[in-house]
């Protein structure tokens, strides 16, 4: 079986091909930065003409890379949320519209079982069960994963993402966005010790998390000095020490709580060179293990969304012509599948 992947749930536009038998064959994202840059934030509507310019154009590519027809294909998944509705409604549209004329089934994929996955299609991929931390522009979250679809939401965050509050912080200091990568860069001059930022909610148990007060913090520590660059650095570095702790001890509660040995970190933040270190170090101390998507597949990807639409098709999965997204969608409402990886 070969499916043609579709995300467009936020500001990337990214078409795939995964094949049953030779894995991931033809993956190309074209990212919205340039168009959302100058507004510190993505536009939804301007996401969506976008997403229409550019979805065509690259499912032709990845086509073409495969050297394939489209009668080569064997099924279409597309994002169907959680995200940008007037985004998701492109790619929804544009994958059953080709599915029907090519008289193959479709199906409309969580975006966060897709980055949930996403590990899947390394070379040394995670067995189940494990804990997976879920980090991204609209999602922080804790899972119980017992098996494919079968998650149980331990924690997430009550109030702003951990992506959103690092792209918040970056806006207010003046850094491009998406602000993850640019904290990640001038953090690297930031000196340690002249901030100290609070670790939100760690003093209680739990594994929800709250990041709007640590944004907060940090605003108000940004109003308070004159922004030169070092002090903008040094401002990085705080936050992104403390988002990152954060995250770290409560992925190391949820390993401990649960009984787990394996920990997958998903989502854009997972790509953080920071986090991704401090997690080693805290597996390494339990004798766990963690697994991250190589960075090109942490952000969105649409690798993710074929590989969750083979294994939801290879489960039996099947959807009516008509379709809907899901603009807010919980993972832990998916059918669990009954098949393995
Ligand atoms: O998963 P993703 O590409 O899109 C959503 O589903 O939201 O995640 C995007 C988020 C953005 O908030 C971006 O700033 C953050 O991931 N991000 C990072 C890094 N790379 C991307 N955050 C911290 N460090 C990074 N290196
Ligand atoms: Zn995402």
């Known amino acids: 079986m070969r499916v043609l992947g579709i995300e467009t749930s936020c500001d990337d536009t990214a078409a795939a091909i995964y094949d049953e038998r030779l894995g991931l064959v033809a993956h190309k994202t074209y990212s919205q930065v340039i168009v959302h840059q100058e507004y510190g934030g993505v536009v939804p509507e301007l996401a969506a003409r976008d997403h229409i310019r550019k979805l065509l154009p690259l499912i032709k590519a990845v086509l073409r890379e495969t050297g394939g027809q489209p009668h080569n294909i064997d099924a279409v998944a597309y994002t169907a949320g959680p ?55 609209g999602h922080t979250l804790l899972a119980d994963v017992c098996g494919l679809g079968r998650y149980i939401v331990l924690g997430e965050s009550v109030d702003d993402a951990v992506g959103e509050a690092f792209d918040k912080v970056a806006k207010l200091l003046g850094l491009d966005y998406p602000g993850g990568p640019a904290i ?13 930022f609070p670790r939100p909610m760690t003093d209680r148990p739990g594994l929800d998390f709250s990041f709007s007060g640590l944004k907060t913090h940090a605003m108000n520590t940004a109003r308070s000095f004159d922004l030169d660059g070092q002090t903008v650095s ?38 953080n060179t920071l986090l991704q270190q401090r997690l080693e170090d805290m ?22 969304i ?36």
């Open 184 to 196: 990640a860069k001038v953090a690297g001059q930031g000196r340690p010790g002249r901030f100290r």
């Open 234 to 271: 040094d401002i990085a570095r705080a936050f992104q020490e403390a988002a990152v702790d954060t995250l770290v001890l409560k992925s190391r509660r949820a390993l401990e709580q649960t009984g787990k040995a394996r920990l997958v970190a998903a989502g854009g933040v997972s790509a």
């Open 83 to 137: 995200g940008l509705v007037g985004a998701l409604l492109v790619g929804a549209a544009l994958g059953r519209s080709l599915a029907w004329s090519w008289q193959v089934p479709a199906l409309g994929i969580h975006h966060m079982e897709g980055h949930l996955l996403a590990p899947m299609l390394e070379p040394n991929p995670p067995a189940f069960p494990f804990v997976a931390l879920l980090v991204s522009g």
């Open 283 to 304: 597996v390494r101390q339990l004798g766990a293990e963690v697994y991250f998507p190589r960075p090109e597949f942490c952000t969105d990807n649409a690798a993710m």
């Open 306 to 341: 074929a590989y969750t639409g083979w294994k939801r098709m290879q489960s039996g999965q099947t959807e009516e012509l008509a379709f809907t997204v899901r603009p807010r969608w919980s993972i832990d409402e998916l059918p669990s599948m009954q098949i393995t990886v």
